[in-house]
């Protein structure tokens, strides 16, 4: 009882101080549940937000890449049927074939095989395309036949690359700019250009994503128009039985680059995208004309689009140096498919630059000399290769000691890849230039830009 007596003494002496510690110890629990343990709280609120957002963000950059990819794909035959037209060395190939049978043919054999029976009815068609070449010489066609083949690897080359960029540059900016309104949206925020239609809005990206007419109809041409004149200056002298190593072979198409790239750079980025103002009408006028107001309107989102686009490309010129990167892996595969369709199977190129004046390639291949005519043959493969969307792999035949021949089996042969050979399907260029870090980081700069 004495210890409780003494309690009750003690408390009653010292009620005051124990009633205000207790007070303040209450307060201090509550300010810190408050400020401190609330404030932790929404901490990790904001924290989990942000790791959904770059999710998200992560997410749709993905996706927008593997749309950029279906839509390069997608837009191949498009882009590569009027060039195969405009420069028909299968045309070419059957007049040196008709020619060459002709010749052949033993003194009163009049027989014919079906195909070249086919072959001559074409050419007794004074409108048909063939006999516009059988008018000619062998050597007329062979020198045609050279001159036609390389243009066209070069000019798809260059078209492909540019169509890569330019849908990437497209497809990036939308999709950042899709993200960015439903950001807002969610967010609560009133946006600037809310009062806009979707259904407008809709009809506006896909104008501005068909100006990518331009390349396809127009731009190819005016590449090929100087591609064909320095093909033509640097094989002037090489006839279709000189032997070149796939090294010089590489070297004279690096040359042809160069000189291209060096003295057209303004000429370049205008064919891939419609940067002057009277490309820019043409290609409304054959695409969207109901549209062609907006062009009147500065601050129009087709206006905004379109300046957006041109000022990446005219940006420090590091558009155009990541174009020369991608027409360089382009060429890269394409030496490394020659070496191995001429029997080449150790030769490897490397690319260690982006830039096309100072690049350095490592070449490691063997120095054995092939005919031009051979070089022209496993072209005509690669033309297919680069042009395929339908992962179809073309298969070359052991080389025929006949030129024409050889020439004409090898641009006739394709089969369809197995299962079993699938990292050898699909199309080598196109892959291997989406593969390319320049261009993933090229994206992410756009598509993080949230100006």
């Not at 090489?238 to 003295?263: A, M």
Request: charged content about 20%; glycine content about 4%.
């Amino acid at each position: 009882m004495a210890i409780f007596s003494s309690l009750a003494g003690f408390f009653k002496r010292h009620k005051r101080k124990i009633l205000v510690t207790s007070a303040v110890t209450i307060s201090i629990y509550f300010a810190i549940n408050e400020f401190v343990i609330k404030k932790f709280q929404t901490y990790q609120k904001q924290l989990r937000q942000e790791l959904i957002f770059k999710q998200q963000i992560k997410q749709r950059f993905i996706q927008t890449q593997q749309d950029c990819y279906y839509t390069i794909l997608a837009l191949l035959p498009v882009l590569t049927s009027p060039i195969v037209e405009y420069l028909p060395i299968e045309l070419i190939t059957q007049a040196l074939r008709l020619k060459k049978n002709n010749n052949d043919k033993p003194t009163g054999d009049n027989s014919l095989t079906t195909d070249n029976l086919s072959l001559l009815e074409n050419n007794n068609d004074p409108e048909s395309k063939l006999s516009f070449y059988m008018n000619k010489s062998k050597v007329e066609l062979w020198n045609l036949l050279k001159i036609k083949t390389i243009t066209r690897m070069l000019t798809l080359m260059y078209s492909i690359s540019g169509l890569f960029l330019i849908t990437k540059l497209q497809l990036n900016i939308l999709a950042r700019r899709a993200y960015l309104e439903s950001a807002i949206l969610m967010a609560g925020v009133k946006a600037t250009n809310n009062d806009i239609d979707p259904h407008e809005n809709y009809i506006i990206e896909q104008s501005y994503l068909s100006l990518s007419w331009w390349l396809l109809n127009k731009g190819w041409s005016n590449l090929n128009s100087i591609i064909e004149a320095l093909v033509v200056k640097k094989f002037e002298k090489i006839n279709p039985k000189s032997e070149l190593t796939v090294g010089e072979f590489d070297s004279i198409l690096q040359e042809i680059i160069i000189e291209i790239n060096t003295n057209n750079k303004e000429f370049i980025l205008a064919n891939i995208f419609p940067i002057n103002y009277p490309d820019l009408l043409e290609t409304m006028l054959n695409t969207n004309p109901d549209l062609m107001h907006y062009l009147d309107t500065p601050d129009s989102n087709l206006i905004k689009l379109i300046n957006e686009t041109n000022s990446i490309m005219l940006d420090n010129g590091y558009v155009f140096d990541l174009l020369n990167t991608l027409i360089l892996t382009n060429l890269n595969t394409l030496s490394q498919n020659l070496s191995t369709g001429l029997g080449e199977a150790s030769g490897s190129l490397l690319l260690s630059s982006a830039n096309l004046q100072d690049s350095q390639r490592l070449v490691e291949i063997p120095n054995k000399p092939y005919k031009l005519a051979s070089f022209l043959a496993q072209l005509s493969v690669q033309n297919g290769t680069i042009m395929d969307n339908n992962n179809i792999k073309y298969d070359e035949k052991e080389e025929d000691d006949d030129d024409i021949q050889g020439f004409i089996d090898k641009l006739n042969v394709t089969t369809f890849p197995s299962s079993e050979n699938s990292e050898f399907s699909g199309n080598a260029y196109v892959n291997k230039m989406n593969e390319l870090q320049d261009l993933d980081d090229f994206s992410a700069g756009i598509y993080s830009n949230f100006e």
